[in-house]
């Protein structure tokens, strides 16, 4: 199984030493991965609810500084060799498609060939309605969307004609190094987010999910694949959870990869039973100090037991 560590992109530690020393940890540790999220404004949430927190809020600190992710990641793929670098995730509905495409091929080319493309729909209406996009076609655009990443990306003079997007003999250059296009992780867990895999993913990549709702919504994944006439049989599954390594058990409550190491062991290896190929790291709480910690303890005291 591969493993991989969100970056600190928002509140008041990010900034450059904060990725800085998380990037060479996570190289001299062995991580696989390491993911930028992803929002362009903090906007008073009138409807919205965070799906990350109890209360549905967001942190102060982030509001008060959040990093995009292509700023981050560009950044560190001139200061890393090996890690691979990933959106977890891009909200593509609230960005112009044929832009991304651009700035994700430049980035695949500028890391060597080492970017993940994690997309997702998003739930920040507020967000949406600031910066002009309809929030209720969110899903539609976003695969649409998708369609043109993959058309650009190919090299060749590409034409669209959707309901939000129309070009002719479009062509875009550089084209992403990895062929046909860079490794694309599909954020969500609903039905349309699973469908959403089975036609346009490589990587069925959902957020704060525990084994038993892998175990769940696992069938729904190989039905929807399987009408997409692709099979299901070892098709890679990332969730993307939060990791609190500590000496004390996991209470009863909290995602079961909170507490000592021989628990959070036994967890990766119930998701590693289920067919699970990788895990994204977020960590708690959000500091340079215990982000690179967690990291050595997780090298030193979880990973040699898998």
């Known amino acids: 199984m591969k493993f991989g560590m969100s970056i600190i992109v ?68 001139g200061r890393t ?11 593509l509905p609230m960005r112009n498609p044929l832009e991304m495409a651009a700035q994700l091929a430049e980035l695949d080319v500028v890391s060597g060939g080492r970017l993940n493309v994690g997309i997702g729909v998003g739930w920040y209406k507020e967000e949406y309605q600031a910066l002009g996009y309809d929030f209720g076609s969110r899903g ?21 004609d959707g309901p ?7 062509r875009l250059g550089p084209a992403p190094r990895q062929r046909p296009h860079p490794p694309v992780y599909i954020g969500g867990h609903t039905k349309a987010a699973i469908c959403r895999v089975a036609r346009h993913g490589d990587v069925w990549h ?36 939060t990791l609190v390594i500590r000496d004390t058990p996991h209470q009863e409550g909290e995602p079961p990869t909170h507490g000592t190491p021989q628990q959070i062991v036994d967890t990766i290896h119930r998701f590693e039973d289920l067919g699970v190929t990788e895990l994204c790291f977020d960590i708690a709480p959000e500091t340079c100090t215990n982000a690179v910690a967690t990291m050595e303890r997780f090298a030193d005291t979880i990973r040699p037991k898998l």
């Open 10 to 77: 928002r509140g008041d530690e990010a900034g450059p030493e904060t990725f800085d020393a998380m990037a060479r940890t996570a190289e001299a540790t062995g991580l696989e991965a390491l993911w930028a999220s992803d929002h362009l404004l903090m906007m008073p949430m009138l409807e919205s609810k965070y799906p990350g927190t109890a209360d549905g809020q967001m942190p102060d600190p982030w509001k008060r500084k959040y990093f995009q992710p292509f700023s981050v990641l560009n950044f560190l793929a």
């Open 81 to 91: 060799t090996r890690v691979r670098l990933g959106t977890s995730v891009l909200i």
């Open 140 to 160: 539609k655009r976003c695969d649409e969307g998708l369609e043109i990443l993959k058309r650009l990306w190919s090299g060749e003079p590409a034409s669209w």
């Open 164 to 170: 939000s997007y129309r070009f002719t003999d479009a």
């Open 206 to 241: 959902p957020f704060k999910l525990n084994p038993a709702d892998v175990a769940a919504l696992l069938p729904t994944l190989k039905d929807a694949l399987a009408a997409e006439g692709r099979s299901g049989d070892g098709f890679p599954v990332a969730p993307k959870v």
